[in-house]
């Protein structure tokens, strides 16, 4: 995706409602997918700002107002907003976490506003984790299917588990292969848009250190990622086009 095109979608994704309104333009993944990563940055760097002011949204909360107004004035997912509440209310987070996925612990009219929140919270929900396990799963199986149907042999995480390997790629190929002529040990699955924030933590935190190891690889955002991503040395990018494409395996090697 260009990044003009890119900049102005993650803009107008401003809430939910958004996605629906989107949904006919753009698939329905990718939208979840950039909300939720919106969502967790803005939520970050947002969280110690709503803190401070926890004391006085408990205030709020017990003289009538309802936890989606609040959630709404302070700017905050509905169910993070419930969190903060409960929690400055004397909760612990375990406890917390047990009425979000038991609501009838609770007296009836907290249990009815904590299912509209949970309703209105597509990133922090259980139904959401929910979802965003299903993307991962959905790429990875992705990924073992276009590497299955070329007959190209690899370990996977499982199989990887208990060695001495501490970090491990999705894929470890048995052999190296070539993808668009470049040489590749690895494929790492990704169900996140690789825009730029996305990219730069992946690479730190997995992917320089997989070519350290291995040797280079390849990232596959499933979702989408910019076309103009700066890759570090032995790190290659393609989002699910990657598909339609052939690995070479040694002595098979074309010219690009």
Same mark, same amino acid.
């Given at each position: 995706? &260009?990044?003009?095109?890119? &900049?102005?979608?993650?803009?107008?994704?401003?809430?939910?409602?958004?996605? &629906?309104?989107?949904?006919?333009?753009?698939?329905?993944?990718?939208?979840?997918?950039?909300?939720?990563?919106?969502?967790?940055?803005?939520?970050?760097?947002?969280? !110690?700002?709503?803190?401070?002011?926890?004391?006085?949204?408990?205030?709020?909360?017990?003289?009538?107002?309802?936890?989606?107004?609040?959630?709404?004035?302070?700017?905050?997912?509905?169910?993070?907003?419930?969190?903060?509440?409960?929690? %400055?209310?004397?909760?612990?987070?375990?406890?917390?976490?047990?009425?979000?996925?038991?609501?009838?612990?609770?007296?009836?009219?907290?249990?009815?506003?904590?299912?509209?929140?949970?309703?209105?919270?597509?990133?922090?929900?259980?139904?959401?984790?929910?979802?965003?396990?299903?993307?991962?799963?959905?790429?990875?199986?992705?990924?073992?299917?276009?590497?299955? /149907?070329?007959?190209?042999?690899?370990?996977?995480?499982?199989?990887?588990?208990?060695?001495?390997?501490?970090?491990?790629?999705?894929?470890?190929?048995?052999?190296?292969? !070539?993808?668009?002529?470049?040489?590749?040990?690895?494929?790492?699955?990704?169900?996140?848009?690789?825009?730029?924030?996305?990219?730069?933590?992946?690479?730190?935190?997995?992917?320089?250190?997989?070519? %350290?190891?291995? /040797?280079?690889?390849?990232?596959? !955002?499933?979702?989408?990622?910019?076309?103009?991503?700066?890759?570090? %040395?032995?790190?290659?990018?393609?989002?699910?086009?990657?598909?339609?494409?052939?690995?070479?395996?040694?002595?098979?090697?074309?010219?690009?």
């Amino acid at each position: 995706m &260009k990044f003009e095109e890119y &900049k102005e979608l993650y803009g107008s994704l401003k809430s939910v409602k958004d996605i &629906k309104r989107l949904s006919g333009t753009y698939d329905e993944r990718l939208l979840d997918t950039l909300f939720t990563q919106k969502t967790n940055r803005e939520v970050k760097k947002n969280y !110690y700002r709503v803190k401070k002011n926890s004391r006085r949204m408990l205030s709020e909360w017990t003289k009538g107002k309802s936890i989606m107004s609040i959630s709404e004035k302070y700017g905050f997912p509905p169910v993070l907003t419930a969190m903060m509440l409960f929690l %400055e209310d004397g909760a612990s987070k375990k406890e917390f976490w047990s009425y979000i996925n038991d609501p009838d612990l609770l007296e009836k009219e907290v249990a009815d506003e904590i299912r509209e929140a949970v309703e209105n919270d597509i990133v922090y929900s259980p139904d959401a984790n929910v979802r965003q396990k299903e993307r991962g799963l959905w790429g990875e199986d992705l990924l073992h299917q276009w590497l299955d /149907g070329q007959k190209i042999k690899y370990r996977t995480e499982n199989d990887l588990r208990g060695t001495e390997t501490v970090k491990t790629p999705d894929c470890l190929l048995n052999e190296p292969v !070539y993808y668009r002529g470049n040489k590749i040990c690895w494929v790492e699955s990704k169900a996140s848009f690789g825009d730029n924030v996305e990219f730069k933590i992946n690479s730190r935190k997995q992917l320089i250190p997989y070519t %350290e190891l291995f /040797g280079p690889g390849l990232v596959v !955002y499933w979702v989408g990622c910019l076309d103009d991503l700066e890759c570090p %040395e032995g790190v290659y990018v393609c989002d699910r086009s990657v598909t339609e494409e052939k690995l070479e395996k040694k002595g098979e090697r074309s010219v690009y």
